[in-house]
Each structure stands twice: as C-alpha cells, then as structure tokens.
C-alpha cells in the first residue's frame, strides 16, 4: 500500500507570492493534518481535516488555508509568503475517528524556500 | 511555553546497549503519547505510542513508559542498532480536545556507534 504522498517535493517561491501544497492520504484514513517543521524544531501543528470538516487550527496566521476533498486528499494554501514560512511542510494521515487519538502517518514532506 | 520537552538534543551510545531517550511534558490534558524517528530528508516515521491508562508498552526492541505523576516518558530501545541513528521526536495529544493535534518536542538526535 502506498504511503502519505506529498507533492512537490521541493519549491522556491518569491515573498509575497501565494503556494498550493498538496497531500494524498494513506488508503482508507478519513483524517489529514499538516505541520510546519523548520530547522532545530519539531513539527508544529497547522490545521487538521477529517471527513472533510476542519478539526483543529494551530496558532498559524489567517494567510495559511487548508481543505480536504471528497476523496479525502488535502491542499494547504498559504497567501503572501514571507522569509519565515521558509520550513519543511509535513502532511500526516491517521484512522481517526472523531474521538480520541490515533497514530499519524507523515509523508516525506514539502520543502518550502522564500526568497 | 513548550508544553512537550525533550532535554537532550542528542545522545551517543554503542552497538548493543540501551538508548534510553527521555521527555517531559507539562499539559495534564495529554492523555495519548507517540514516539517518531526522523531521517535526514523523510518524513517522521511512527514507532510506538502509549495511551494514559498505561504505563508500558513494547513493541519489539522499543519500549516506551509512562510516568503520569513525574509527567515524564521514556523510550528505551534495547539493543541498539547503527541503523537506529536518527532524531527522534516525542508527542502529545489531548483526545478532550476534539483534534488530533500533536505536540511535538525539539527532538534528540541519538547515534548509535558501531
């Protein structure tokens, strides 16, 4: 089975420029989250999604966006780029239900670069 | 204000001992902890998790306990590999809260040397 998918892999965007971050979710998990990891931190939390429904904001900026689609694949959009949103962007997948915890399941990442 | 702490950015140990990888958290609420190994250029991979009720859990090599009065976990991975070098990260979520936001800590670089 394929993995957490996240496209593209490497971007170099301009300040101020808008970016569209795409991830496709581990078959058969309803949930996709997405986490902003920049150097010497741990990821940190963005946004989650399940069934199509916002779920959790992080304490990110009203230019970072996120949906999920019918077939429970996301996009995260981020308007106005800055130097700062410079980072690793991982999308992660789970079986999460609604209620409780479950394991996450990260892709291998979007790296972003503002110049 | 890090509500998930790992002290030690890194650890060396030999091939064939006991890493033992150490986080403190500081939310009450958390109530379900996982444990991700990070290579250079991947994303994190899941090793192992432990929900509050518990206080052990095992999966192989790995083992993670819990210390729900001290606020304090552990992964202890027994023996240690090569292949094991990595960063890992520590999580927590709060299942009241409605998401499954994670809250990571800094990370502990470990290096396991042959």
């Known amino acids: 089975d394929a993995g957490v998918t996240q496209s593209p892999t490497h971007l170099i965007k301009t300040r101020g420029q808008h970016v569209t971050l795409r991830c496709s979710p581990i078959?058969?998990?309803?949930?996709v989250s997405w986490y902003q990891q920049v150097l010497g931190q741990g990821p940190q939390f963005i946004f989650q999604?399940?069934?199509?429904?916002?779920?959790g904001r992080g304490n990110f900026p009203d230019r970072f966006s996120a949906r999920q689609f019918p077939n429970y694949s996301s996009e995260l959009n981020v308007n106005a780029l800055l130097l700062g949103d410079s980072a690793l962007y991982l999308c992660a997948s789970s079986r999460y239900s609604g209620t409780g915890a479950a394991e996450a399941f990260f892709g291998q990442g979007t790296r972003l670069t503002v110049v | 204000d890090q509500q998930v702490k790992q002290n030690s950015p890194s650890l060396s140990v030999q091939e064939g001992r006991i890493s033992i990888l150490n986080c403190d958290y500081t939310n009450s609420m958390f109530d379900y902890f996982l444990w991700y190994k990070k290579y250079p250029a991947e994303g994190p991979t899941f090793l192992i998790s432990?929900?509050?009720?518990?206080d052990k859990n095992e999966d192989g090599r790995f083992t993670v306990f819990l210390n729900k009065s001290a606020k304090h976990l552990s992964l202890h991975i027994v023996p240690s590999q090569p292949g094991d070098s990595a960063v890992y990260f520590c999580a927590a979520s709060a299942s009241q809260g409605g998401s499954e936001k994670l809250v990571f800590g800094k990370g502990t670089k470990l290096t396991v040397n042959p």
């Open positions: 999604y399940y069934e199509k429904e916002e779920r």
């Open positions: 078959s058969g998990h309803k949930s």
């Open positions: 432990i929900s509050s009720i518990k």
